[in-house]
């Protein structure tokens, strides 16, 4: 059973606009959110996340957002460079009751930035 | 400072054999995660050890062991290999605080093809 899905498998966005992945979760255990980026070849890197007790965390170009209400969770990147281009992956974990750093993972959306 | 390490990189097995993968922590991480990658998927869990004892696992079965060392490295054995275990084996590094909320340090993985 998925608990954290990400229904879009691709995602193509010209440099300089916005990059919207979304993400949604069906474990409401869940209070810790991550993105984590993947080249080919390389395993995956950690690139932003969220406590369940905010709903927007932001580094840099990388913005989350978090609507607990609707178990949805986005990544904006604003803007887009074509070094973006990865697979991105949500993921969840719990704090409470489970394996401490266990992580839930999303399928993964290719990100394409094309110039 | 060192990033996870694993090896190999690539193998290949047929069906029924086992196979040892291997992972060096990164330098003063505590925590080591295995997770699973099979095709198109997000990864999954497969088990965590902390201090040289195994701190939770996933829906995998028995023949799914590992191991812990003094040093924080790490090994994964899988018996009695099928082919559904074809996949990239990612191992995870963590300070005990951080596996908190799951920033983990990945390995780039090591792929297994089995036949």
């Known amino acids: 059973d998925q608990q954290v899905k990400q229904n879009s498998p691709s995602l193509s966005v010209q440099e300089g606009r916005i990059s919207i992945l979304n993400c949604d979760y069906t474990?409401?255990?869940?209070?810790?959110f991550l993105w984590y980026k993947k080249y080919p070849a390389e395993g995956p890197t950690f690139l932003i996340s969220?406590?369940?007790?905010?709903d927007k965390n932001e580094d840099g170009r990388f913005t989350v957002f978090l609507n607990k209400s609707a178990k949805h969770l986005s990544l904006h990147i604003v803007p887009s460079q074509p070094g973006d281009s990865a697979v991105y992956f949500c993921?969840?974990?719990?704090?409470?009751?489970?394996?401490?750093?266990?992580?839930?993972f999303g399928r993964g959306t290719q990100l394409t930035v094309w110039p | 400072e060192t990033g996870v390490t694993q090896s190999p990189t690539h193998l290949i097995k047929t069906r029924g054999q086992q196979v040892t993968l291997r992972c060096s922590s990164q330098?003063?991480?505590?925590?080591v995660s295995w997770y699973q990658q099979a095709l198109g998927q997000g990864p999954q869990f497969i088990f965590q050890?902390?201090?040289?004892?195994?701190?939770g696992r996933g829906n995998f079965p028995p023949r799914f062991s590992g191991l812990q060392f003094p040093n924080y490295s790490s090994e994964l054995n899988v018996n009695a290999l099928e082919l559904d275990d074809s996949a990239l084996y990612l191992c995870?590094?963590?300070?005990?605080?951080?596996?908190?909320?799951?920033?983990?340090?990945f390995g780039e993985g090591s792929r297994l093809t089995v036949l």
């Open positions: 330098s003063g991480h505590n925590t």
């Open positions: 969220i406590s369940s007790i905010k």
């Open positions: 050890y902390y201090r040289e004892e195994e701190n």
């Open positions: 993921a969840a974990s719990a704090r409470r009751g489970s394996t401490l750093g266990r992580l839930y």
């Open positions: 995870a590094s963590s300070f005990a605080t951080s596996a908190n909320t799951g920033e983990l340090f």
């Open positions: 474990n409401s255990m869940f209070d810790y």
